[in-house]
């Protein structure tokens, strides 16, 4: 159980919040953590703007989640990066029903009802339709 | 066998997901068309019929599957004084032209010019295309009373909040639908598209442009011609960019770039103004699930029949929710990032994106800003690799000198580099070591023989030590040229 970690992460605040809990649980069972990042359609737009060519879009990409990497490899556990495209909700909820997760992990952005209604919640929506247990972190 | 897979992937790869993105890309495309018509200062129909043939053409020979072209807020802003000055045939002429020129493009393989064209400028010009569409928006709002305004506010919080209750309509044609709906019944007597142009239920018809065929047309619809067809191709292939890095596949730019062109070819014959690829459409037509050609097709072909059966319906649709679109077309535009970041970036890129919205804001020409961006980062890089540094130090009996040169050598850095000589010391040799510059161009090569001779005329011996081997051979090509005419 808990062997097979996903991380959700947007490379923010709280999703560096979520990593060290995940690495807790993973150091304990022994398991291994997937960083899953989502581009959705923004994001791609601000990125290829920004962006000299798909390579470098991709290098800077990965130079988010570089502090949460190597969290992880200090830890001594072994971790995968995946980029999705799509809406961030939906596609982490498929990935981790496809790839068969024990665990999925994800930082809260602590919104309140309006935010929520406004801004919608990724969490909430994992919460509900991911198929295996989900820890959110807040 | 494998094209014949390739075009049956691309066409009915997604089938489903296509048809139903391409049905809410039409009911998206309708509002912005007539916009954008209204902008250029055309009829409705000039937009529509832009939009409808752009969009089938392209499905069919672009280089970049699920990506929306039609006629788009970029391009009607570069029309407005052509129109205004000409009327609408020099425009459909002029957007013909767009379109060979386009095609040349694409022929001669020049799509990679793009990237010649810094991010800086290109973040200067949506953004100035988004203050450009903004703008245009105002003249909407003179001598209007707080019911218009009151019919804008209520077209944008639609906008924006009905996707938190579904996302399979567009909002922006739920607003149009609600204050349409609300305009006609409360009887509000506010302006509506009826009033600035007329939309007939008519199929588009073939047709020249009823120019006369001279140099003076040539002469007139040229300038325009060719700042569209830049202006299309660099929207166009950021576009496809975009989508290429949202369905993270690849497309063909010189492909994408020749069916532009088509695209536009045709457009113009068939009374449509230019257009080009449209990125907040492609977005839409991607997160709806649209990803192959089929998605550009029902948009396009959609977006005529819509027109066909309620072009009585459509003539009705306020003037305030049109503007509200637009405004909310602004807004997504806009690249909120860089001015958040304005302060982070280097100095130079954020006067490069800076100049590059003053200069279109100013002269209401996208293609002069993207120049001028273009020319500015090239000055600001050739100040920046410009400078040259020379280190030098004497042998034990001061009768040697040796000067490290680092950095490189061309026309904008040689005035520099002979200036940090000192000629009028009595050593009797000298020795220029260039294991760490790079000569570019003859103006290097002239200064070094520059150099050698103000040594020389102090009886110093000049010895070159450390070029690479690029530098050797350009010297060797044109070295001794300069001096030998008598420099």
Not at chain 2, 282 to 297: D, E, P, T
Request: hydrophobic share 50%; glycine share 8%; proline share 3%.
């Amino acid at each position: 159980m808990y062997k097979k970690i996903l991380l959700a992460t947007d490379g923010s605040e709280h999703s560096i919040r979520a990593a060290s809990h995940a690495i807790e649980i993973a150091q304990v069972k022994n398991g291994s953590i997937d960083i899953v990042y989502v581009v959705d359609g923004n994001t791609s737009k601000s990125d290829v703007l920004h962006g000299i060519d798909k390579y470098e879009v991709k290098k800077e990409r990965e130079e988010k989640f570089k502090p949460i990497r190597t969290k992880i490899k200090e830890a001594g556990i072994s971790c995968e990066t995946h980029f999705l495209h799509g809406e961030p909700g939906p596609s982490i909820v498929e990935f981790a029903n496809d790839n068969q997760y024990d665990l999925v992990v994800v930082g809260s952005r602590g919104l309140n009802k309006l935010q929520t209604m406004i801004l919608g919640s990724v969490s909430h929506k994992i919460l509900k339709r991911v198929e295996c247990p989900v820890l959110v972190v807040k | 066998m494998n094209i014949a897979k390739k075009i049956k992937y691309e066409w009915f790869g997604n089938v489903r997901g296509d048809v139903l993105a391409g049905i809410v890309v039409a009911l998206a495309l309708i509002p912005e068309a007539i916009a954008f018509s209204i902008i250029a200062g055309v009829d409705p129909m000039v937009g529509l019929y832009a939009s409808f043939c752009i969009a089938v053409v392209i499905a069919f020979i672009g280089g970049r599957p699920g990506m929306i072209s039609g006629a788009t807020g970029a391009m009607a802003l570069l029309m407005i004084t052509l129109v205004a000055d000409h009327g609408l045939e020099y425009l459909l002429a002029a957007t013909i032209l767009t379109g060979i020129i386009q095609v040349l493009f694409g022929v001669f393989k020049l799509a990679s010019i793009i990237k010649f064209v810094p991010r800086s400028v290109m973040v200067g010009f949506v953004n100035a295309l988004a203050i450009m569409i903004f703008t245009s928006q105002l003249q909407h709002f003179e001598g209007e009373s707080w019911i218009m305004y009151s019919m804008v506010a209520l077209t944008l919080a639609i906008i924006y909040i009905f996707p938190r209750i579904t996302k399979a309509i567009p909002s922006t044609l739920v607003a149009i639908v609600v204050v349409t709906v609300i305009a006609v019944f409360a009887g509000l007597g506010i302006r509506t598209v009826g009033d600035l142009g007329n939309i007939s239920s008519q199929l588009p018809i073939f047709m020249i442009p009823n120019i006369p065929l001279s140099f003076e047309t040539l002469a007139i619809i040229f300038p325009y011609s060719l700042a569209l067809a830049i202006v299309g191709l660099l929207e166009s292939l950021l576009t496809a960019n975009i989508v290429d890095d949202m369905t993270d596949t690849e497309s063909n730019k010189n492909k994408e770039s020749r069916g532009q062109g088509i695209a536009n070819i045709v457009t113009g014959f068939f009374g449509g103004m230019a257009g080009c690829a449209m990125i907040g459409q492609s977005v839409i037509n991607v997160k709806s699930g649209g990803n192959g050609r089929l998605s550009s097709l029902v948009a396009g072909v959609f977006l005529m029949f819509l027109i066909i059966a309620l072009g009585g319906i459509v003539v009705q649709i306020p003037m305030a929710a049109l503007a509200g679109v637009m405004i909310m077309v602004a807004i997504s535009t806009f690249d909120w990032s860089s001015l958040r970041n304005i302060h982070k970036i280097p100095r130079t890129d954020a006067i490069v994106m800076i100049a590059t919205v003053i200069t279109v804001v100013v002269t209401h020409d996208l293609s002069k800003g993207v120049l001028l961006g273009v020319l500015l980062s090239a000055i600001f890089f050739a100040a920046k690799i410009s400078k040259v540094k020379v280190t030098h130090i004497s042998s034990v009996d001061n009768s040697k000198k040796i000067y490290k040169v680092h950095g490189q050598i061309f026309f904008a850095s040689v005035n520099d580099l002979v200036e940090k000589f000192n000629f009028n010391e009595p050593i009797k040799q000298v020795e220029i070591d260039l294991t760490n510059a790079h000569l570019w161009d003859d103006s290097a090569i002239g200064a070094l023989d520059k150099i050698e001779m103000k040594f020389e005329q102090n009886h110093v011996k000049v010895k070159y030590i450390g070029l690479n081997a690029e530098s050797r051979l350009l010297k060797r090509k044109i070295g001794g040229l300069s001096k030998a005419s008598g420099h």
